[in-house]
């Protein structure tokens, strides 16, 4: 099978953006600026992927064509919009990936979007208490987060008090943050704010407060893929290594909660098809939805066993300096965390990285990167692992 590469992007600010007011608008500040950082004419795109999760922060629930708008070179290309919940970004990446690996297509692009500031918090909670299954959890108060603090509250159960944890995963993200000029929220919070209670940092449910919890944000991001032979002629190239996309159930009642099996399974399958292990990864962007989420996923990719992903936090493994650094874009705790966005946000920002262009956020050392996306709780699970095409 041909796989497919990266080879051009782009990424709008994270956060509350006024000089975009919908969906359109955001769609219109990436797509044809990733086109030209590919070197491509607009007529060259073959196919079109938006990642919109939507699900009620929108009237506008047919994203397909928007991007023709402002790209007028797309029409009369196909053009889909792909959703699967939190992880709706990644899903239209792997769309993307599998149309250039099929053949049917020279170039793709991929745009994921997502507008969620003008609603209020209650709102946004309830919009994404979509992601969960409703029959179960949708009387779940405060919202999505609601869902993660239930997790919370199971995790500490089994394993001790984890706040020391959460509070080292949300200060280093912040502190990451500070470097990412796309971020929503640019801010050194420090662990000592990030691990107390206070007016600025309530608990908003179970043992999550304020700062374990990602950022209802605007955004976009966009990615040029191509087949890997022609992405070898262009001026930069990211290749899938591995691609891995597993489903689990919806209902938390038919699973472990505390462990996020399907993104375990995913990493493993990725890791056992790139011939690596997790040492071998320069970075990781993963899905910090909220803190918890960070915590367990360290267990899930591997970094420690069960019950002990609070070491990873707690001893500096996972700082831009540590074993192995995880969200050295500040993740979805301080860049922002626009639904439909997030994937392929997390794509452009590791071939950023991969390419040696991420600027403040830049790795000394970014061989190969690890990207774990998930939808809901952790019930949609994409893994990729890409590396530079060398000359």
Known sequence: MTEAAIVGWAHSPFGKLHDAPDVESLIEMVAAQAIADAGIQQDEVDGVFVGVFNAGFSKQDFPSSLAMHSVPGLRFKPATRVENACASGAAAVFQARDFIAAGRGRFALVVGAEKMTHTTSAVAGDVLLGASYRKEEGDIPAGFAGAFGRIAQMYFQKYGDQSDALAAIAAKNHKNGVDNPYAQMRKDLGFDFCRNESEKNPFVAGPLKRTDCSLISDGAAALILTDEETAKSMKKAIRWRAAVHLNDYLPLSRRDPTHFEAGAQAWARALEIADLKLDDLSFVETHDCFTIAELIEYEAMGLTPQGQGARAAL?????????????????????????????????????????????????????????FNMGGAAVANYVSILEPIRA
């Not at 993740?331 to 966005?341: Q, S």
């Not at 403040?360 to 690890?370: E, S």
Request: net charge neutral; charged share 20%.
């Open 315 to 371: 001893e500096g493994w996972t700082q831009a300096d540590g074993r192995l650094p995880v969200n050295r874009s500040g993740g979805l705790k301080a860049k922002g965390h626009p639904v439909g966005a997030t994937g392929v946000s997390m794509h452009v920002i590791s071939a950023m990285q991969l390419a040696g262009e991420a600027g403040d956020m830049q790795l000394p050392k970014a061989d190969v990167a690890g990207v």
